[in-house]
């Protein structure tokens, strides 16, 4: 079946400017996660989603940065007036809702985002 | 202390060899464990879990050490297809979040 899908690939952005970012998780996963890589660095958690509800955002590092999702399905990363530290790749996963489903994350391709 | 400490590497072995890394975690209570493989430029895979002493698939093989709290995993007979970062994974708080560690690099020369 389809994996998690995220769009677009790549993103060149000027500091600045706002940036909207794409993620189509796997059909029938209810849990949704994105993460931010920055170059040899692990993975850095920034939002969790159950459904369309976000019971944790404990990890988005400023108010410029926001997320939403609808229909359970699709989520978009929006970050505001970008800035050059904001240069990552944002990854996307997703997984079941309970027990082991809920540990097993499946990621995207993830986003690269360069802010010049 | 970070949730999860790995050594970065780079392990460089020859084609055939056996290599082993550890990664140690903080949370005493952390029940689940895993193992991600991340090529260059690509996102991570689910390599392996582990949720009891150990696991083993084929040529690789995990390790838990509960009392000291560390995770190995160990590739045998080591192809150049094993070259990769090897991502240590703990669901430190046993609930939805997993804390990654910044990765183990292992390139397998001809």
């Known amino acids: 079946g389809a994996g998690v899908s995220q769009s677009p690939s790549n993103k060149v952005t000027e500091k600045g400017k706002d940036v909207e970012l794409r993620c189509d998780p796997i059909?029938?996963?209810?849990?949704l996660y994105w993460y931010r890589q920055s170059l040899g660095q692990g993975l850095e958690f920034l939002i969790y989603?159950?459904?369309?509800?976000?019971?944790?955002k404990s990890g988005l590092p400023s108010d410029r940065f926001s997320a939403e999702r609808t229909g359970g399905s699709v989520s978009t990363l929006t970050i505001q007036r970008t800035q050059q530290e904001d240069s990552a790749v944002y990854l996307c996963a997703s997984s079941g809702l309970t027990g082991r489903d809920l540990d097993t994350q499946y990621f995207g391709p993830g986003t690269r985002l360069t802010v010049l | 202390r970070k949730e999860v400490e790995q050594d970065p590497g780079p392990f460089n072995v020859p084609e055939g060899a056996t290599v082993a890394f550890n990664c140690t975690y903080s949370n005493s209570a952390s029940q689940s464990f895993f193992w991600y493989r991340q090529d260059c430029r690509k996102e991570p895979k689910l390599l392996m879990s582990?949720?009891?002493s150990g696991n083993e698939d084929g040529r690789f093989t995990a390790q838990l050490n509960r009392a000291s709290q560390y995770i190995s995993l160990l590739i045998r007979d080591s192809k150049l297809s094993d070259s990769a970062t090897y991502l240590c994974v703990v669901n430190v708080a046993n609930d939805y979040k997993l804390s990654f560690g910044a990765g183990t690099t292992v390139t397998v020369r001809a």
């Open positions: 059909s029938g996963h209810t849990a």
């Open positions: 582990v949720y009891s």
């Open positions: 989603f159950q459904g369309n509800s976000a019971p944790d």
